[in-house]
């Protein structure tokens, strides 16, 4: 009902945050790049296996001159997986307790997304993925979410060995995509997501050059692996970039989707980070993503700001100086100096810039010592607990009432779905 909008719409003034006036707009007007770094975990960045990188590029693009670069930026996924990502980061709403919201409400709500946001402001919106369409129901969630165009499995030529696991590797995806990239009309907003470095991490014999891990849990142990190939299907794509100069007028994004080595796994967690065990806090930090923007008018720095998946479309609006004050989005842009620091997790737990709070214990940030509230901390805390609970209830609310339909804003203009058809023409 039009009416439940209304108790949202009072949560979401009353956590807005104003942009910092030193980047609002820095990259205005410029193409988007989004690239989706498939389970792609923070502890990788300058990670070595007997004295070797494993992510040299990556590596590099962290360290680059203008890239800001989170180092406390948090995966907030459940069942939902990289449909839970995409979700987050294209409409800053989370992904339900249960189950996907792309495949139980992609296609018959109405969203107010990234890609429809920027068609407005005159944006060319593709999406790139080496898979089938219908995974995680996407052929008909990027409708919804304002997709011109969604060039998935059948729009790549391909050869039996061009595929491992779920899909097109990913070396020959990024070089796939570069002939469709040049025809898009600039500015354009384009979303990649990449697959090799997947769950079971498979790779043919060719590409395994670097050195498995040795914890000698054989579902950890290739994962650096198929991380390598992957940051070489990245060089090679941001080599692309730079000798046609796209990345003078682009800003790349680069994100990890959520854990490839999941919490199941304390024993060899601890042999990667050269420690005898690992508790509750070690493991909330060991799944962190990557969190990086690149563009020219950026001062690089590593930001310890607080934050998570919620936070990339506010942070990225204000870069692009769109106003988003009047939009239904549950995160904050991570630049502005307002920011709370706070990251929900979808079980209601919470890492914030002062407490870690995970099942029943909650944990001092800084030092990771768990901590006894005093009573003005408990008073902190609680704040910071109902504020959570707040946030996911009520993007919840907007997901299963379609609230967004009741939502209208000045000089936008709602996605007509049939508008668009991703099928492959023949000719
Ligand atoms: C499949 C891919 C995998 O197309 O995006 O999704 P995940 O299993 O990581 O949720
Ligand atoms: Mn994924």
Known sequence: KAKDLKGVEKFINKNQVSPNVSYYGKEKGK???????????????NYKVDGKEVTPNLNKFYRNQHTIAFDNFYHQVAQGKTSDAEMMLENSLYGLPQGSAMVSYGAQNTYQAAPSILDQKGY????????????????????SWGYDYFFSDSYYKNKSNYNVGYGMKDKIFFKQTIPYLQQLPQPFYAKMITLTNHYPYELDKANTSFPATTTGDSTVDPYVQTAHYLDQAFGEFESYLHKTGLDKNSVVVLYGD???????????????LHKKSVNNYDLAQFQKVPFMINGSNLDGHVDHTYGGEIDVLPTLEHLLGIKNNNMIQFGHDLLS??????????????????????????????????LKLTKTQKKQFNDIQKYVNDSLSNSDKVVYGDLLRFHHIKGYKDVDKKTFDYNKKTA
Do not use: C, M
Request: hydrophobic share 35%; glycine share 8%; aromatic share 14%.
């Open 31 to 45: 193409n988007v790049f989004i690239i989706h770094l498939e389970s792609f975990q923070q502890f990788l960045i």
């Open 124 to 143: 060319t919106t593709a999406a790139f993925h080496g898979d089938v369409p219908t995974f995680w129901n996407r052929n008909n969630t990027y409708k």
């Open 258 to 272: 959520h854990y490839g080595i999941s919490n199941n796994h304390r024993p060899a967690i601890a042999k990667l």
């Open 337 to 370: 100096p307002e920011n709370q620091q706070i990251v929900p997790f979808r079980n209601g737990d919470f890492v914030s810039k002062k407490y870690t709070k995970i099942g029943g214990t909650v944990f001092d940030t800084k030092t990771g010592k768990e």
